[in-house]
């Protein structure tokens, strides 16, 4: 396990470099995006549109932010990660149409999203549950917004972040997942304890 301080965009390089339960600290401009925002930049490109949003090479956080207007912009008091298997559909064809290099969020992703990061050099990075306010720490400016009409959870904030995390490389642009790694511990433990037990 290796810890790492990287800047976005990402150098597609370093992102193959990376492995399953490395730590990464984040430095530059995220994207958050969920569900809605997913939908309708996926709708944009299929219809042709140029993309609003700058994603090549970039990060985006499966995160639906809160927010206080003041003077001069605003400022995020709550950042915590969204379950990022809520865009488990969504997340292959936007990996692939915007060429984005990373994915943050909470509780792991699908086999055909692993497949896609590494297919196209991409990473997914895990963020705590429950650490929202350590999370709107890690944010030190909001420079815009995207789609501000689907409302403050849905629209494409960008955060300009420094050190943000830690998160941890839970899928790799190998497509090895920590997830599935520690599913099969689980079942292999639940065997040897059935087995010491007589069940």
Same mark, same amino acid.
């Given at each position: 396990m290796a810890e790492y301080k990287l800047t976005t965009p990402l150098d597609p390089d370093v992102v193959r470099k990376l492995n399953i339960g490395d730590i990464v600290y984040l430095t530059g401009t995220i994207y958050t995006a969920r569900d809605e925002a997913h939908i309708h930049i996926l709708?944009?490109?299929?219809?042709?549109?140029e993309l609003k949003v700058p994603l090549r090479?970039? $990060?985006? +956080?499966?995160?639906?932010?809160?927010?206080?207007?003041?003077e001069g912009g605003w400022r995020v008091l709550a950042a915590g990660p969204?379950?990022?298997?809520?865009?488990?559909?969504l997340e292959p064809e936007f990996i692939e149409k915007t060429g984005i290099r990373g994915v943050i969020g909470k509780g792991g992703m699908s086999k055909p999203v692993a497949e896609s990061l590494?297919?196209?050099?991409?990473v997914y990075l895990s963020f705590?549950?429950?650490a929202a306010v350590l999370a709107a720490n890690g944010v030190k400016?909001?420079?815009? $917004?995207? +789609?501000?009409e689907l409302g403050m959870a849905e629209a494409v904030w960008v955060l300009e972040v420094k050190d943000f995390g830690p998160l941890i490389v839970g899928i790799d642009a190998k497509g090895n997942s920590i997830?599935?790694?520690v599913g099969l511990?689980?079942?292999q433990n639940i065997i040897k304890v059935r087995q010491r037990l007589g069940i």
């Open positions: 709708e944009d490109l299929r219809r042709g549109c090479g970039s $990060v985006i +956080y499966h995160c639906g932010p809160i927010l206080k207007r003041e969204t379950t990022s298997s809520r865009m488990n559909t590494a297919k196209h050099g991409a705590t549950g429950g400016a909001v420079k815009g $917004v995207y +789609y501000e997830f599935d790694k511990e689980v079942q």
